[in-house]
């Protein structure tokens, strides 16, 4: 992927480096009770490409209510360092990639949906930091709070890919970024406040999961759709690119995610998505280019 001509984004907010992050470094949401210490295991290991924080899922409202909107203050020359273009590969590569997505979605966001795109923030950390939804660990994996409205990544988690899960190359780490985009797109739409309002109603953890498993497909299926239309305009990309990020789907499926850490998989406790949907969602958004093309919800008895 020739990313090079990418424009930096300049809602990228470094926060590398500070370490601490105002304490607190617990589980977000510890107090959700009842969960075992394997249950959040397994959580933290799906959690990396959650996009929500698990706690906002698994804890609704009142997590919402108490971990939510605390935003941090800062002292102005902390705000400027943070402020300051990247200069490493990682950093720019996220802040390029992230400028991509900018300028796609400010342009097919109000063709195809009628909505204007404003653009996310996205949170560069290492170790820990605060986020509007609770405490961010790097072990939770990159993610997208709605309450705040930013992206959290903390770039070490590309190489734990590398290392942990055998995906690599620029492609699969743009396609993390776009997924987590894609939540933004989500929440701009309105989707994700609907969604967590059913998961509240729901009447059991397998209905709160299905629906789990619509948003995150929905995700990879926007990020499938803004790398077609970033193709079409800046031709970055070729097929091992799109090779790269069907490998990145199929690593990080619920199946073999829990396969991986437990033995088995367990379908109804899927929050995700199987390897195989998620190549699929992915896929269908790249080929058509087209925001509707990703109403997983109405594909749900198609499934
Ligand atoms: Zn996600």
């Known amino acids: 992927m020739r990313w090079d001509d990418f424009r930096s984004s300049d809602n990228i907010e470094d926060r590398r480096g500070e370490g601490g992050g ?5 589980f977000p949401g510890g107090g959700a009770g009842g969960l075992g210490i394997g249950t959040i295991v397994v959580l933290l290991i ?7 924080n698990p706690a906002i899922l698994i804890g609704g409202a009142q997590q919402i209510g108490r971990g939510g909107q605390q935003e941090e203050r800062v002292d102005p020359q902390t705000q400027q360092r ?15 990639i992230l400028g991509n997505t900018e300028d796609v979605w400010s342009q097919i966001l109000p063709n195809q949906t009628g909505k204007q795109y404003t653009p996310t923030t996205m949170v560069l950390y290492t170790g820990g930091t605060r986020s509007g939804c609770g405490s961010a660990q790097a072990a939770m994996g990159p993610f997208y709070c709605p ?12 190489n734990e890919m590398k290392t942990k899960f055998g995906v690599k190359g620029d492609f699969a780490y743009a396609y993390v970024i ?9 929440d701009v739409l309105g989707i994700l406040p609907r969604v967590q309002q059913r ?8 209905e709160a999961n299905a629906l789990s ?37 199929s690593a990080i499926g619920d199946d073999k995610l829990q396969e991986q850490s437990q033995g088995y998989a367990v379908p109804d406790s899927f929050t995700h998505g199987s390897s195989e949907q998620r190549m699929r969602w992915f896929m269908t958004g790249y080929k058509s280019g087209q925001t509707r093309s990703c109403d997983t919800f109405r594909a749900a008895g198609a499934n």
């Open 82 to 96: 943070r402020r300051q273009q990247p200069t490493d590969d990682a950093g720019r590569f996220a802040a390029k």
């Open 213 to 249: 498993v619509r948003v995150e497909l929905m995700a990879d299926c926007l990020a499938g759709v803004w790398a077609k239309n970033s193709n079409d305009k800046w031709n970055a990309m070729d097929q091992s690119d799109i090779d790269e990020a069907l490998r990145a789907a």
């Open 46 to 52: 799906i959690g990396w490409v959650t996009g929500i």
């Open 178 to 186: 776009a997924h987590e985009v894609g939540h933004h797109i989500q």
């Open 147 to 158: 309450l705040d409205k930013k992206v959290y990544l903390d770039v070490s988690f590309f």
């Open 199 to 206: 998961q509240q109603q729901a009447s059991s953890k397998r």
């Open 22 to 26: 105002g304490g607190g470094f617990g």
